[in-house]
């Protein structure tokens, strides 16, 4: 919802009925490139493999609409946010790691994730949550470019993905 929480009937309907749940994520924006509108809302949301990926991003990602490397492939925005280009191009490379039809591993899913974080990292801040429906992955811009934190939603461990930043031009 583009408005203040405080006064959304949605909240006041799921704090009575709302479903149960492992995880849940919310956003609150600093209106820096789109309108305030519920296109523009985060947390944004796409199907793909029978489960549903949810991204929030915090931060500015200057020239990402024209960036090779973070194409959003067959994903389109709905609204007009820089986060929304960065969950496109990061569900374009999910897309193809979900090809062979089975669910791809989680360490294969994870070292995706590590290496979108590089990639976004060169264009600005890059703090974002990222699940997809069995785990959680947090990107803070305090760690280094290309670390995530991932937490399984079905137990209380935590684990950390690192990956090593790729020589420039590599892929």
């Not at 029978?50 to 931060?59: E, P, W």
């Not at 089975?102 to 699940?131: E, H, T």
């Amino acid at each position: 919802e583009p408005g203040a929480a405080g006064d959304s009937a949605l909240v006041r309907y799921l704090e009575l009925h709302g479903p149960s749940t492992h995880l849940a994520i919310s956003h609150i924006r600093h209106a820096t490139r789109g309108a305030v509108r519920f296109s523009n809302t985060q947390p944004f949301m796409r199907e793909l493999g029978g489960r549903m990926h949810v991204f929030a991003h915090n931060g500015d990602l200057p020239g990402i609409e024209g960036s090779a490397v973070l194409a959003p492939g067959p994903y389109r925005q709905l609204g007009q946010t820089d986060s929304e280009a960065a969950f496109c191009a990061l569900m374009a490379r999910m897309r193809r790691l979900w090809d062979g039809g089975d669910m791809p591993s989680l360490q294969a899913r994870m070292s995706l994730v590590a290496a979108f974080a590089c990639d976004l990292r060169a264009l600005g801040p890059a703090n974002f949550l990222y699940a997809d429906g069995e785990v959680l992955a947090i990107r803070k811009t305090a760690m280094d470019s290309c670390t995530l934190t991932a937490s399984p939603l079905d137990a209380g461990t935590h684990s950390r993905v690192s990956l090593s930043p790729r020589p420039p031009g590599a892929r």
